[in-house]
Nanobody, 125 residues
Framework: QVQLAESGGGLVQSGGSLRLSCVAS????????MAWFRQAPGKERSFVAA????????LYEDSVRGRFTISRDNAKNMVYLQMNNLKAEDTAVYYC??????????????????WGQGTQVTVSS
């Protein structure tokens, strides 16, 4: 069974950047689409970005498109989320999630059977 572990979160000022990483153990990720979600206090978990298993296609939530970039390194079993021009409303716990094998990148939480524990991102205004 795969285990996902996020890292790279922290406290950053508005306009700053962070790079989140997600490492997988117990399974090779190179045939699975991957995604990032986030959950702000008092809100439901929401989609941020997703990437196909080959890395050829990506999806983004409208509010992060142009600021965030999802990428992957299948050789290292890693997925990344580069976040630039961060805003206070980006404050949340960010989760890495694995999709269905050979499936397309998807934005629904229910399409992702495996999740990491999350990493906190706090953006001060």
């Amino acid at each position: 069974q795969v285990q996902l572990a996020e890292s790279g979160g922290g406290l950053v000022q508005s306009g700053g950047s962070l790079r989140l990483s997600c490492v997988a153990s117990g399974r090779t990720l190179n045939t699975y689409p991957m995604a990032w979600f986030r959950q702000a206090p008092g809100k439901e978990r929401s989609f941020v970005a997703a990437i196909s298993w080959r890395g050829a296609s990506t999806l983004y939530e409208d509010s992060v498109r142009g600021r965030f970039t999802i990428s992957r390194d299948n050789a290292k079993n890693m997925v990344y989320l580069q976040m630039n021009n961060l805003k206070a409303e980006d404050t949340a716990v960010y989760y890495c999630a694995q999709g269905a094998r050979y499936g397309p990148p998807r934005s629904g939480p229910g399409d992702h059977p495996y999740w990491g524990q999350g990493t906190q991102v706090t953006v001060s205004s």
